[in-house]
């Protein structure tokens, strides 16, 4: 099915009347839950790095200080151990909510602590944004889509997810806290923003987190043969961190709600991206058979025209320029493990 969400496409326009983002603007105090997390981390770096406050809002379960303790000692930046699951009274303008274990070894670790994440606290930030007037956006995700029917993947497709699966604390999780995000725009006239984001890689991912790009990257660095998940031959999409965060920045600054996919369209097969990686980090790099998931996606492909045409935004970044980006902090971080062992 598909359906014309135009309604919610329409241009908003803020209560307090902010003054876009450039020379002059006033400096703004911005949430980001889940920030000391691979993504947030990186969009942290942006928003300090512009001038604002950020005071970033995260429980550690998949997060590390590491990634954000180079900012500690900036007076603009503010670190809470807090659980979003429970309430939280700031004072903000912004509130980026990322918090959320995103690769499926993490969320399905605890899958009701995952379901609990994405919907009472989604619920938990909207009821923050809502007492104090903030603009709120949701990072959701092309897990919505599920294992899809239609390909490449627009917004105005509803999707193909098992509701009963595995994968449901966080797809059905996030589907729920999109609903949620409009909920409180219609009812309560929250200014609300839904970015449904594709596979992700750069530095400062998880080294043990089972996606496949930090799986692969890590295999090859320490010399042991890439894991491909059944036949290699299901498809992904992976885009690179500062492509994402610019993508993100230009959805909370712009005039529209979305849902926005931002992904990097370029489509690769398990075993053509095992293919970049052995080209990238050793030649001699080879390659293990192992069984696939449950209900794994089949192919995953966001087709970005709404963000090109109303966010004036696009990826840079190839897979094969990404790459090598992320290799020396994963070789760096290796290295540094294996040191602690005594190696
Ligand atoms: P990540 O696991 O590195 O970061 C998530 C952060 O949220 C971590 O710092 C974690 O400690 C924190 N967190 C988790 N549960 C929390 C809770 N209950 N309270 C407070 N903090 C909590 O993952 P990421 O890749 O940086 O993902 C960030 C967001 O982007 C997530 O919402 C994820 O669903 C979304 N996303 C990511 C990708 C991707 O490929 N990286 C793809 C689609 C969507
Ligand atoms: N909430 C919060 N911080 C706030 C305001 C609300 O954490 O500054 C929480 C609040 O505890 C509640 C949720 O957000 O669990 C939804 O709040 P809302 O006011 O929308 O609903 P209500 O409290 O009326 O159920
Ligand atoms: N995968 C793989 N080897 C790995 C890890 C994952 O072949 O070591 C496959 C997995 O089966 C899936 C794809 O890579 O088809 C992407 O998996 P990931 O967990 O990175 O992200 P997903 O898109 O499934 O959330």
Not at 55 to 80: A, M, S, Y
Not at 152 to 171: A, F, H, L, M
Not at 178 to 190: C, S
Not at 289 to 315: C, F
């Amino acid at each position: 099915h598909t359906q014309d969400s135009s309604d919610s496409n329409r241009p908003v326009h803020g209560k307090v009347g902010r003054v876009p983002v450039g020379i002059g603007r006033r400096r703004m105090r911005i949430v980001v839950t889940g920030g000391a997390g691979f993504v947030g981390s990186h969009l942290v770096d942006k928003l300090i790095g512009r001038g604002d406050e950020v005071i970033v809002i995260d429980n550690f379960f998949t997060g590390r200080k590491e990634n954000v303790v180079h900012l500690f000692g900036n007076p603009r930046f503010e670190l809470i151990r807090h659980d979003v699951v429970e309430p939280i009274l700031l004072e903000v303008d912004q509130i980026y909510h990322l918090a959320c274990p995103a690769s499926p070894v993490h969320y399905k670790y605890n899958p009701v602590k995952t379901i609990k994440t994405n919907v009472m606290g989604t619920l938990n930030m909207l009821g923050l944004a809502k007492r104090v007037g903030a603009r709120f956006l949701l990072t959701s995700t092309s897990e919505v889509y599920g294992d899809p029917l239609q390909h490449p993947q627009k917004e105005t497709y509803w999707g193909n997810v098992n509701p009963i699966g595995e994968r449901s604390c966080y797809d059905e999780g996030k589907r729920t806290a999109e609903t949620l995000t409009m909920d409180y725009h219609r009812g309560a006239g929250v200014e609300v923003r839904i970015a449904r984001i594709f596979n992700t890689y750069g530095p400062r991912m998880c080294l043990d987190d089972g996606r496949v790009v930090s799986n692969f990257v890590a295999q090859a660095i320490r010399k042991q043969p890439m894991t491909v998940y059944g036949d290699g031959k299901q498809t992904r999409s992976f885009q690179y961190v500062s492509d994402l965060v610019d993508g993100l920045v230009a959805l909370m600054e712009g005039e529209r709600i979305g849902p926005f996919n931002l992904g990097n369209p370029g489509e690769f097969t398990m075993l053509e991206l095992a293919e970049v990686v052995k080209e990238t980090i050793d030649p001699s790099a080879t390659i293990e058979y192992k069984p696939n998931t449950a209900d794994d996606p089949h192919m995953r492909k966001p087709d970005i025209s709404k963000a090109k045409e109303l966010l004036n935004w696009e990826p840079k970044v190839s897979l094969r320029e990404g790459l090598p980006l992320m290799v020396s902090d994963f070789r760096n971080r290796i290295l540094n493990e294996d040191e602690g062992k005594g190696a």
